[in-house]
């Protein structure tokens, strides 16, 4: 009886031992691959206006008579934008030019009485002094005259200063001007972005602004998700003493998504370099940290705390951490424990299917 007793509980500790040293799961393993992955410096910033032109009058004190214009509207050099009440500058352009009229009746009769005088010093049938008082009213009215042609040609000016011309192509950013206001030489009435063309202000610190320089390709992501492709225009000679920031100026295409004030986030391709990678399927994120299970060749598991660097569609980069020969758990780790013994299965691959697959299959 004592016999039997022993060896039935021996057999039960042994059968319990079986079961704590049998496999719980199954799993496919993969092992770090290098690849060759892009190298990028990534930034954010705002999209202004490559330039703005302030557009503003020249006329004073005139009433604004129409504007032709609208924000957004996309304008050409020369158009006419808005047109001043011209009716008083007319008046006086006309007076000015009835006052050349009189200035040039009024040389023409001193300039014939300094002939005659000087046709009769000859003779001696005219004083000398007065000779010489006909030849400085003949200078006097010619310099009247140009006096008056100047005024004419200031009221000239006044007259095409009615109308408010765009000093280049451009699409309207802002618009000030309001039917029937008069307003002071000087008044600013639109602005104008040049040519329509937007650039991505990207701050980028310090350490990293001389890795870029001009003509380098951007990814700009905009607000929504879209996309611009820019390039490096120039780099400004200053830092931000506050942020240790310097600012990379990027020209950016022409397209209806971007917007001047809107902040955007994109990176600069620098070129590419080999990386020891992973499946993203393989690398757990706990914390902030990854981690990824390590497979021995008894098929015991050992969690890794390991460094993550770039992330692609499907791949992380691995920055240290873990051997490059290591045998990691390709898929379900958070089924996982530091520990656990598992059963590897060979031939899977990194097949997402053969991989949900063999994550369900049990030991009996």
């Given amino acids: ?67 032709e214009v609208n924000v957004g509207d996309v304008v050409q050099r020369g158009q006419v934008l808005a047109t001043f009440a011209s009716d008083t500058v007319s008046a006086e ?5 009835a006052a050349v009229a ?8 001193a300039e014939d009485n300094a002939q005659r005088a000087q046709e009769l010093r000859a003779t001696g049938a005219m004083a000398t002094q007065q000779i010489l008082q006909y030849s400085t009213a003949a200078r006097t009215a010619r310099a009247r005259l140009e006096a008056t042609r100047a005024v004419e040609r200031v009221q000239q000016l006044r007259l095409a200063q009615t109308q408010v011309h765009a000093p280049d192509d451009g699409v309207i950013s802002s618009r000030s001007a309001t039917v029937g ?3 002071p030489a000087g008044q600013e009435l639109f602005r ?25 390709s951007a990814r700009v992501i905009l607000p929504g998700g879209r996309e611009l492709e820019g390039r490096v225009r120039t780099i400004a000679p200053l830092v931000d003493s506050a942020t240790r920031n310097g600012l990379v100026y990027v020209d950016l295409p022409i397209s209806d998504v971007a917007r001047a004030g809107m902040f955007a986030r994109g990176e600069f391709e620098l070129g590419t370099r080999q990386a020891l990678t992973l499946p993203r399927s393989a690398v757990q994120l706990r ?15 050992t969690e890794l705390k390991v460094l993550l660097g770039q992330h692609t569609d499907d791949r992380i980069e691995i920055l240290s951490g873990l051997e490059p020969d290591a045998t990691v758990v390709a898929s379900g780790g958070a089924f ?29």
């Fill in 1 to 67: 009886m004592h016999a039997s007793r022993g060896t039935s509980g021996s057999a039960a500790r042994d059968s319990d031992a079986a079961a704590i040293a049998q496999p719980a799961l199954s799993v496919a393993v993969t092992t770090p691959r290098p690849a060759m992955l892009p190298t990028r410096i990534a930034a954010h910033g705002n999209v202004t206006a490559w330039q703005e032109a302030s557009i503003g009058t020249e006329a004073n004190g005139l009433r604004l008579a129409s504007v």
């Fill in 93 to 97: 352009l006309a007076q000015s030019r």
């Fill in 102 to 109: 009189e200035a040039e009746a009024a040389l023409a009769e």
């Fill in 181 to 183: 206001a008069v307003l």
């Fill in 192 to 216: 104008l972005i040049r040519h329509g063309r937007l650039e991505w202000r990207a701050e980028v610190t310090a350490s990293e602004l001389e890795r870029l320089q001009p003509g380098l």
């Fill in 287 to 301: 914390d902030g940290f990854g981690y990824v299970h390590r497979v021995d060749g008894n098929g015991r598991i």
């Fill in 336 to 364: 996982l424990g530091d520990g656990d013994q598992v059963e590897v299965i060979e031939g899977l691959g990194e097949s997402a299917e053969s991989l949900a697959t063999a994550l369900n299959v049990r030991q009996p």
